[in-house]
């Protein structure tokens, strides 16, 4: 998925550094969404959670959009035009819906509930994102993971994996990158992540292990959920510091409740964010768009599209300045 916004944000994160609490006495903090437009007259909305000014990275994660569900009978779905992407890998995973993918290694692949397509931009890559016929209703997340330095302009690349779900108590879970309960997911990253679907029954309570070198963001897309002692409504996402070994995540509707759960050890490069690109520099940045705008071969071309590609926005008029992760508390 593209960043449509006409002035993106431009983005330079770092390391956190502690905060001084206890052991013991983990602080979730609560992070609410931004909507966005998707491209279009009747753009379809996103809830941006991901990068914002509260928090820029969890883990390597570095961009979090979640939309729907929603008509797409009426607003028409998802039609993203062919657009790049470099520097990162690009995670998708439906609830409903499903989402035909073309890019720039040739490939044509369908995104369907409880299947993830995950796409290395390394050096640069493009692709299209466009709902099918068949979908009435759209609802899904897209993700994004910095690729660490030593790996940033590794070659592009796309791999499809369909989780098989573990049940623990009254939890459904589907692991499609990392380790959780017991279900490791064979699918390469270039960092140490953890992203996992998370169904909860009807006033359920489940409590996972997890690795206290990372840190950790939940995000709601249905129910009210209290992640260890904090509540949470549908669209926040609760974000966890390092030194946790266990979550323990309520249902405290009287309907089921769905949740994303992602996790990595803190990300420790500073990164430059902007548009569909990461980089190192104000530089990396001008030279990945101006490669887009020129048709270089870096991107590549999308077959199959019926329609013109994205343009890049402009890029703001001041060298992009850095822009990190608060200090923790």
Known sequence: MSNAESEPAALRCGVLV????????????????????LGGPRALLVRRT???RA????????????????????????????????????????FSGEIEHRDTLGTRALIRPGEMNLMTGGYGIAHSEI???????????????ALPEEYRNTERDFQHHVPEPVRVDGAEIR?????????????????????????????????LAVDPAFEHGLLVDSGDIRLIDTELRPAELGYVPCGVDALTVVNESDGPARTILLGGPPFDEEIVMWWNFIGRSHEDIVRARE???????????????????????????????????????
């Open 50 to 52: 991901l990068p914002q």
């Open 175 to 207: 692991v499609f990158l990392g380790s959780l309960a017991q279900s490791t997911s064979p699918v390469r990253t270039f960092t140490t992540l953890l992203g996992a679907e998370i169904l909860l029954e009807p006033r359920a309570a489940v409590t």
């Open 55 to 94: 928090r820029t990275l969890i883990g390597a994660w570095c961009f979090a959009d979640h939309y729907g569900p929603t008509d797409a009978t009426a607003t028409g779905g998802m039609d993203v035009a062919p657009h790049p992407h470099s520097g990162l890998q690009t995670v998708s995973w439906l």
């Open 291 to 329: 490669d887009w705008e020129a048709s270089s071969d870096r991107f590549g071309v999308v077959e199959g599209y019926p329609g013109s590609r994205l343009p890049a926005p402009a890029l703001p008029n001041a060298v992009i300045m850095p822009r990190g992760n608060p200090p923790r508390r």
């Open 18 to 37: 502690g905060d001084g609490r206890p052991a013991g006495a983990p602080r979730v903090d609560v992070l609410s969404a931004r909507e966005v437009p």
């Open 131 to 145: 709902s099918t016929p068949r979908t009435t209703v759209i609802h899904g997340v897209q993700l994004w993971v």
